[in-house]
């Protein structure tokens, strides 16, 4: 990982993700500050957005940090993630990775949704090692279009 020396990581997932989400606090607890914001136990009922929805507002007051949440199709978790100011969520499924990298270089995407479902654990620490280390473009458009998209207000 080479965007930061150590990067910050923010975890969350619902109960369709939390066994991804505790194999991936500990592949990642070595190179990575990880913040994991639960749950800590498995519940078969619980609601995403209970989760992650604190996690977001954490993140907002850490902007550097990456977050990862996680659910059986990543979706809603994504959803509720791009609800806050300053939250760039996509969601991935699986191959191909190209679509990590450009999350990265072209949008800052500073969320990434896992589809627990749709990939294997090992799969997912490789989208989150090569998506936390691809960096920014910093090209004139894409800060553009970022400005863009955090100063949208919807009523």
Not at 58 to 76: E, L, N, P, R, Y
Request: net charge negative; proline share 4%.
């Amino acid at each position: 990982m080479t965007t930061h020396a150590r990067p910050t990581i923010y975890i969350a997932s619902d109960h369709a993700g939390f066994e991804m989400k505790q194999f991936l606090v500990d592949a990642l607890s070595e190179q990575c500050d990880i913040h994991d914001c639960g749950p800590e136990t498995f519940d078969a009922d619980d609601d995403y957005p209970k989760t992650i929805a604190p996690m977001m507002k954490k993140m907002q007051h850490d902007t550097d940090a990456f977050g990862i949440v996680i659910g059986g199709s990543g979706q809603g978790e994504a959803m509720v993630a791009n609800r806050y100011k300053g939250i760039r969520a996509v969601v991935y499924y699986g191959e191909p990775f190209d679509i990590l990298t450009l999350s990265r270089q072209h949008n800052d995407a500073n969320v990434l949704a896992l589809a627990a479902r749709f990939m294997e654990f090992d799969e997912a620490l490789a989208a989150v090692r090569l998506w936390v280390s691809t960096p920014f473009s910093e090209d004139a458009r894409h800060v553009r279009r970022i400005k863009e998209l955090d100063s949208m207000h919807h009523g």
